[in-house]
Structure formats: structure tokens, C-alpha cells
């Protein structure tokens, strides 16, 4: 009886967090990713960019982009508009605007398997091969799979008005450049100066800065193991080395056609039945 007054208490007062029932406003920009793809760093690069004199950090990222599932939604009703918003959701046809950022699967996978641990949800040493399994089938993230996700945005969205599809690797490799590109979408007139300023501030040095003095001023990380960090080597290619055969024979099998849409390059060139009948899937829908 007490939760649902509680309940009821939070409802008439705005106080729920909306999570994907959201009330969408027309100008709203949606930065979207699945999780463990960069989506904090671009929070953290676009925030820079369009707040030059208010460095964004990890107190005050929720309040300069801020994530449904973290901010009420009265909070969420009182922002000044337009609203840059964080989502991990798969397709809705509700977000007007969207920044979709992708990430090679193998490095999500094992970048999730970290944050996994930092959550406590796994313990040190679990196995990796179980966790990649459990990922490939969609059952560690409330988002979907990585392919199912990825695949109902860029096969509804990808090549039209109000949608820019990001590569983390390629915002690895020229983050000016990538960032240029986000500021174009979103009509900013930003100058090389203002741009290099920004991707200065959301470093992954800086940003591990940051999260060593604030990460108990966070909601994503306070709760978390401290010993565990969140922002890790922000490197591509970390699943060469970590992730097993057999692993990375499982991700490139459930996806093999997606990923090669988006140029990764797949170590196996075969892939086993199941992984050949999900991809003709994805394929035909693709086309």
C-alpha cells in the first residue's frame, strides 16, 4: 500500500522519471547509442561545444544533457529549449532530431563486461565467454541487442533529414573533424578554435580527471564500485587482445552483415548457420 501512494505521490507531481515514456518536443535532439558506445563522451563533446563557459562535468552533466531515466519528469519539463538528450532506446519514431552513435560490437561487448563488474553485477573473474553469450542473445541490457538496436535506427533513419550517424572510432581518430560534423547538424557556427576547445575538455585524460574527484556526484557511477573506473582506455580495438576466439566467432556470427555495413572489418570470414539466417534479416532490411 505504502509503494503505491509513493507512487501515485510521484505521478500527480511529476515526479517519476520518464525513461522512453518521455514527452517528446519538436525540437528535442536525441544523442542515441547503445550502451558502452561513447555516448557519454559525446555528451560530455557537445556539451562543451554548446556551453564554452560552463565546462561540462560529471556533476552537472545530467543537467546540461540530461538522461531520462535520471531526471524527473518535471525536471525534464523545466529545461530550456531545445533539449540535448541522452537515450541508449531503440528506434522511436518520436525523436525529431538524432545523433546515433555506433561502436564495433566486440569492443562494446567487452567494454560492457567492465561495467558490468564496476556494477556489481559481475564478480571478478566471471567468465567472458558466458557474458558474450548472454550479450549476442540481448540479455544484458534493457536496450535490446547491439544488433537489433543499431539495426532499428540506421535502417529507418540512416541517409534522411534530422539523423547523423557517428563511428566512435572515427571520432577517435579526428574528434575535430567528428565534431564538426555535430555542430553542421545542429546549425552551430562554430569556429576551429571553439571546436578544439571542446574536444580538449571531454579528453579521455580529463575525463578520467574528473571522474576520480566526482564519480559519488554522479548517478550513474555513485553507487558503484570506485576501484572499477568508468572511463577506461577509450580505445578501439581493446577485443583483439581481451576477448576470446570463440567469442568474437559468436559476435561476428549473430551480425556479420551489419557490422560489415558500417565497415568492420570481420576476423572470420565465415559465419556459422544461425548467424547467416540473422543477418539475411538485417540485410533485407538494410537494402
Known sequence: MLKRIIAGTKLAFGLQRPGRNLVVLPDDVFIVSYPKSGNTWTRFLIGNLIHPRSPADFSNINLIIPDPEGLSKRQLARMPRPRYIKSHQYFDPRYPKVIYVVRDPRDVA???YHFHRKR?????GASVEQFISRFVAGKTSPYASWGENVASWVATRSGRPGFLLLRYEDMIEDTIRELAKVADFLGLDASKEQLAHAVARSSAHEMKRLEQKQALLWSSTK???????FVRAAKPGGWKSELSESSVREIESAWAGLMKSLNYA???????TAGKDRDAVLSRVLR
Open 110 to 112: 567487452l567494454s560492457q
Open 120 to 124: 556489481k553485477l559481475l564478480a571478478d
Open 223 to 229: 553507487e558503484t564500485r570506485q576501484d572499477v573506473p
Open 266 to 272: 570481420l576476423r572470420f570470414d565465415r559465419a556459422d
